[in-house]
């Protein structure tokens, strides 16, 4: 645009030639920075222009106009207009330090660092210099240096909240929580309706454990302001942190209403939601969220990630290939995507995107951990490949400095037995353990559990009632984790959750305890983790010859390595369906992740094989319609038409339970078997054909079944596969017998014996305590 200039009559007197050619460059510059500060970048830059044009060459003018060509969208320009304006005064620190700022909008951080240390050097008291300094050093991963920049900071602009929260950020990543925690304090003072301050000075509260003096600040606080919302954020993620979620969710709704509009409220809230087991709220939340947000590559991450909980795969597979079509390959990215591909049952795809998480960053435990999870299902793996890339994980894990512990080495003694694990609960973890540790001898174990908060849950009810102590595990560190169960005196510790979804095994890493053994949850082979001494099994999970495989020591269990407590309210027996429907059913009800080409393309065999028979197939992943119809379309790829398939969504427990009433035999899925789904189909009568392998996750049912006094069948090859699946199908009074007894059957046998269990789990694991205290004692522990 133009500035036209006033007419003549209305300049002063005195204003004559060059005066009125100033007076005009004067007025340009003036509206160009107005327009600037607009973001109306290509009317600053004519208006600027013409300043120019009318001889406005002031220092500041000549800079908006660098700032106006970036904003009008020529950065490349305004980056040469700033190094020329900052060659010609090499003394001004302005020029240096915009264009450090357009460096870093641009990504350059190193030129962008040399720029805005060329504006320190000439201002060494510039707050705005050392604030932009210390926040991108922090970027580049040098949190000391930025210190010590804002502390000079705030010492020269102790004003300046942004000063104070950016040195909490830099106290929190250099581990000085409780410096942190006065830093975002201060900036709180200064400005006590920030939420972002007041949730920073919250979680770093909670970090050095001041959880419970702040919770009292923040309560009496918000007495006095009960409309803050500042207040009532930070309130309910603390109370969250604290495990008291449903409290903590009631008070961020509260914010919610109280500013709708505000993203950090929101985002809090869907995480309170996602934590308490209402992940379906929490993606409404986060939808809105990133209504609000639409560039936010993190919010729409997050919500991908919640899809994955609700079982809402192939959306979540969308958002995230966009998000990597538009930012990049990033670890996050990557690694919730390979969950959410390998889910959909494209095991091929997902450990494609693990390797590429492992190739973009080696040194990241998350994408090693994708690789090794996406890996169990892969048709190709291998006992070696498994134990590699969790190897991987193992050697990238965070480890603390080594710490002596001071545990006595009396093999006779009481032991302090810890139970690890955040499924202490209803949970393949509860199901397949409780019993085991409720029939150990009280005398020889104390069993510390460390948990999830207490519910009414019927098995978290069983486990403390067998337990000495409980003591509630939630938001700390790992390395926080770990000293907790050094201070607890902890002999031995048993880890329950594995590489899964808010597993603890990364605590196992710091060496906390001096005999570590893992336990069921996500135990699909060995954790490839130096510090873990033991890993439970039998000799169906690990033949003879298997040891290689791990980098744990086989601690075997003479019978089978879980004890199944099986519900109490599962339905009776029903007689064989065949008998009544004419034709033989098969059925799988493991999720669609165990589902491979290779697994349908044997299947497809045993249709064959068994003219008339249908196959029932059960997970929440059919709940999607795309899901559904990519499985029908792969069975017709092997001649299998869609009236032989029934593919059900998932459904509550019980339910489950009672649709085995329909099937007449299980085929097992490979090379990830069936873990807890064997033990519930055998106990509803109904047999399982199994194929295992090298890895641990593939014997699993060949465990079950062989501890249940079934190991005729467990087959060894595909074709046997096929032919022990058509052979049951062509004896259906055989089958109808072994269906009326097998639970009788198996309640008799050591699948189901609590007693004999626990016996021989008491006796491994003073094996593994006996070895400890036989070893030559270290000055230190591994870490």
Not at 419 to 432: A, D, E, I, N, R
Not at 439 to 461: H, M, N, V, Y
Not at 632 to 648: K, M, Q, S, T, V
Request: overall charge negative; glycine content about 8%; hydrophobic content about 50%.
């Amino acid at each position: 645009m133009t500035v036209e200039p006033p007419p003549a009559r209305l300049l002063p007197a005195a204003l004559a030639g060059s005066d009125i050619a100033a007076w005009r460059g004067a007025e340009h510059a003036h509206l160009g920075m107005a327009l600037l500060g607009e973001g109306r970048g290509g009317e600053a830059l004519v208006a600027l222009r013409g300043a120019v044009a009318f001889g406005d060459l002031r220092p500041a003018t000549l800079l908006n106009l660098a700032l106006a060509e970036e904003q009008a969208g020529d950065p490349e320009l305004a980056r040469a207009s700033m190094r020329a304006l900052g060659d010609r005064l090499p003394d001004w620190d302005e020029p240096p330090l915009r264009l450090g700022e357009s460096l870093r909008r641009a990504g350059d951080l190193a030129a962008a660092e040399a720029a805005y240390e060329r504006a320190v050097e000439l201002n060494p008291q510039r707050p705005e210099a050392l604030l932009s300094l210390a926040a991108l050093l922090m970027l580049r991963h040098q949190a000391p240096r930025a210190q010590m920049l804002l502390l000079r900071c705030c010492a020269r602009a102790p004003d300046r909240a942004d000063a104070w929260d950016a040195l909490g950020l830099a106290l929190m990543l250099t581990g000085d929580i409780p410096a942190a925690e006065s830093a975002f304090g201060e900036a709180q003072r200064l400005l006590p309706d920030n939420i972002d301050i007041a949730v920073r000075r919250a979680e770093a509260a909670a970090l050095a454990g001041n959880a419970a003096a702040e919770l009292a600040r923040l309560d009496l606080a918000a007495a006095d302001d009960p409309a803050n919302v500042a207040l009532l954020t930070a309130r309910g993620v603390l109370l969250g942190r604290q495990g008291q979620r449903d409290e903590a969710v009631d008070v961020l709704e509260a914010a919610v209403a109280l500013a709708p509009d505000a993203l950090v409220p929101i985002v809090a809230l869907s995480n309170a939601l996602t934590t308490s087991s209402r992940a379906r709220m929490a993606v409404d939340v986060l939808r809105r969220a990133v209504a609000l947000a639409p560039d936010d590559s993190n919010l729409r991450n997050n919500l991908a990630a919640t899809l994955v909980r609700v079982h809402r795969y192939d959306e979540a597979r969308a958002i995230l290939e966009v998000l990597i079509d538009e930012h990049g390959p990033q670890l996050n990215f990557l690694c919730n995507l390979t969950n959410a591909l390998v889910s959909l049952g494209l095991q091929e795809q997902g450990v494609a995107r693990a390797r590429q998480a492992v190739a973009l960053m080696p040194q990241a435990h998350l994408a090693w951990r994708a690789l090794g999870n996406a890996l169990s299902y892969h048709p190709d793996v291998t006992g070696q490949s498994l134990l590699a890339a969790y190897r991987g994980v193992g050697r990238t894990m965070p480890r603390t400095t080594p710490v002596a512990l001071a545990n006595t080495r009396d093999p006779a003694r009481r032991l302090r037995l810890g139970l690890l694990s955040p499924t202490l609960k209803t949970h393949p973890v509860g199901w397949l353990t409780v019993a085991g540790f409720e029939t150990l001898d009280p005398d020889a174990f104390e069993i510390i559990c460390l948990g999830p908060p207490e519910s009414t849950d019927p098995i978290q009810r069983r486990f403390r009632a067998a337990a000495a102590e409980w003591h509630v595990v939630d938001t700390e560190t790992p390395a926080a984790l770990a000293q907790r169960i050094r201070d607890l005196g902890i002999d031995i510790l048993v880890e329950l959750s594995g590489y899964g979804d808010r597993g603890l095994i990364a605590a196992c890493a710091h060496r906390p305890a001096p005999v570590q053994v893992k336990w069921v949850g996500m135990q699909n082979h060995s954790t490839g983790l130096a510090e873990m001494d033991w890993i439970i099994t039998d000799r169906w999970e690990t033949p003879a010859g298997f040891e290689r495989h791990y980098s744990e020591r086989l601690l075997h269990l003479p019978d089978g390595y879980v004890c199944y407590s099986p519900p109490p309210y599962a339905p009776d027996l029903v007689a064989l369906p065949a008998l009544r429907r004419g034709h033989v059913t098969f059925g799988c009800f493991n999720n669609t992740a165990k589902i491979t080409p290779v697994v349908i393309a044997a299947w497809a065999r045993v249709l064959r094989a068994v003219p008339g028979a249908r196959l029932v197939l059960k997970a929440h992943q059919f709940a999607e319609p795309a899901t559904a119809a990519r499985f029908c379309a792969a069975f017709a790829d092997h001649g299998i038409d869609a009236a032989r398939l029934e593919l059900r969504a998932g459904s509550p427990h019980r339910a489950l339970l009672a649709e085995y009433g329909d099937i007449d035999v299980v085929l097992d899925p490979f090379p990830y078997s069936g873990g807890l789904t064997t033990c519930e189909a055998l106990w509803m009568g109904v047999p399982t054909v199994t194929l295992p392998g090298e890895t641990f996750a593939s014997r699993h049912s060949a465990s079950h079944m062989s501890n249940a006094g079934l190991a005729d069948w467990v087959v060894a090859d595909l074709d046997a596969y096929v032919a022990r699946a058509a052979a049951a199908a062509g004896d259906l009074a055989a089958l109808a017998a072994l269906r009326a007894g097998l639970r009788a059957r198996l309640r008799a046998s050591p699948l189901c014996d609590a007693p004999r269990f626990g016996r021989n789990l008491g006796a491994a694991l003073r094996r593994a305590w006996h070895d400890w205290c036989a070893a030559e004692p270290a000055t230190t522990t591994p870490g």
